[in-house]
């Protein structure tokens, strides 16, 4: 016997489903305790992030290395429209001109392989009143790539820099 599926059941779990998959929730992160915010703090916005990890050849030793010098990526809404701005210090910028600078906190690899590692960081606000201006801790969560270049580092190559693609979610926390 065929169970008697009704028409709405079907559409609310195909738009259900959709809906999850468009706003990310479907697999939330399990993120470790290490990089949890004081209990003081609660998650303000999630802000999904896009761009690259700058490096730069360098002479180290007797040898060479990539070293990292700075991210560069665009801060998106949740309808992918850029907001902001992420870069070296690290900082985040708004659109609005609100800025907070990052001291990192806490660390964690990440739980896919070739990803730069998860973060904890303290923030804050060097710019003025804005939609960032109250942010007092930021987690960068489900990270994807961004990890040093696959191109050798070498004498011929010291002192190249070479930008590898990340993607990241910012998490901003204020206070409560």
Known sequence: MNPV???????TAVVGTVVLGLCGCAGAPTIPETLSPASTEALAMVVPAR????????????GHEWAFVAPDAEL???????????GAGPFWQALDGSRIDGTVKARTDAPVAGAIPWLLLNAKSTGPAGAF??????????????????????????????????TADYRFFSNR
């Open 76 to 86: 998106l809404d949740t309808r992918g429209n850029v907001i902001g701005r992420h």
């Open 51 to 62: 761009g690259a990890q700058i490096y730069q050849c360098r002479a180290k030793g007797a």
């Open 133 to 166: 201006s109250a942010v007092t801790s930021i987690q960068r969560v489900n990270t994807v790539g961004g990890l040093t270049p696959a191109a050798p580092c070498n004498g011929v190559t010291v002192g190249t820099q070479e930008r590898v693609h990340y």
């Open 5 to 11: 599926i009704s028409i709405p059941a079907v559409i």
